[in-house]
């Protein structure tokens, strides 16, 4: 009796966010399947389709389940990405390539802060974007957007950066390893440089091995220990937030949000217990399945007209950051040493 009532109750709280879900869902798939077939990142389609789907954020049907899908949905696949994550991949680098690696996070967020007051922004829009560009894009732009103090621009901001990172991605793939063809670097060295300045995942696998495969194999594990920087940077932005007056105590952010606790115990995990493949298989396609949906939400939920107010100055500011994270690294190839053979 009892279990029958909690299944009811379950029932009657998931019920109204199906619609919403349904239509996030259904833009998320879509998505993927263009990006298969015209090969485009599948988190930018998303973006698009989603905001080309505006009617149903309008819908009082859809909009819980829009809200819970760019919300909920997003903190659980963020949180699923510690699985990825394992403390061996230190010994595996190397402490020099770990200190540059780990080195570049901060030293790129600090230059966004720095910079931000020199094109109108204040803080959120600075680390938001540099937070992107420093850890993993997409990913690390809607774990960062999930802590701080939200107000009418949240969502713009958010999808800006999230297109911005994406393009510029893209063309990093593309232009990198031809300007690192001319430097004649060994293969490891060229994918930890890959690896440490390209924003997202799938474009940096796809940048590494279209070197070679050591640079792929290489790329992709620099590119894991900076998306592992992503749980102690959230974590740092909330206790900074906490201490700002400026906030309420309404608007103030937990100490250590639920989701990156979560991030961190998988990480632990990860690295503690030898996990069958397939799981960790299964976990990764479900982060990537859930973080597409969550965009795709926030896509519905955007109105177009509102990215164009983020304006030219946000462009460059993003650029800018990608531009010093790419000059950072070459500068720490050029006088911390050799880099690997």
Known sequence: MSFDLDLSKLSARLRPLLPGVLVAVVVAASSRFLSIQIDAP?????????????????????????????????????????????????????????????????????????????????????????????????????????????????????????????????????IYPLVLAAFSLSDVAAGIYLGATIHDVAQVVGAGFSVSETAGETATLVKLLRVAMLGPVVVAAVLVLRLQTSFTSEARPSY???????????????????????ALSATAAGSDWLLLTAIAAVGVKTRPAAILRVGQPAIALLVGETLFLAAFVAVCFRFLGPMPA
């Open 42 to 174: 599948a988190m930018l389609l998303a973006l698009l389709l989603g905001m080309a789907m505006k009617v149903f954020a309008d819908d009082p049907r859809c909009e819980p389940g829009i809200a819970f899908a760019a919300r909920t949905l997003l903190r659980l696949g963020v949180a699923m990405l510690g699985l990825r994550i394992s403390f061996e991949m230190i010994g595996d680098l190397g402490w020099p390539v770990v200190a540059l690696v780990v080195g570049a996070v901060p030293a790129t967020i600090l230059f966004g802060l720095s910079a931000a007051r020199f094109f109108g922004f204040r803080y959120r829009f600075a680390f938001l974007s540099a937070g992107a560009v420093a850890i993993c894009g997409a990913s690390a732009a809607m774990a960062i957007a999930a802590v701080l103090p939200r107000d009418e621009r949240s969502d713009e901001r958010l999808v800006f950066t999230v297109v911005g990172v994406t393009v510029l991605s893209t063309a990093a793939m593309v």
């Open 256 to 278: 250590v949000p639920s989701f990156v606790v979560a991030f961190v115990l998988l990480a632990a995990l990860n690295s503690t217990v030898s996990l069958p493949e397939f």
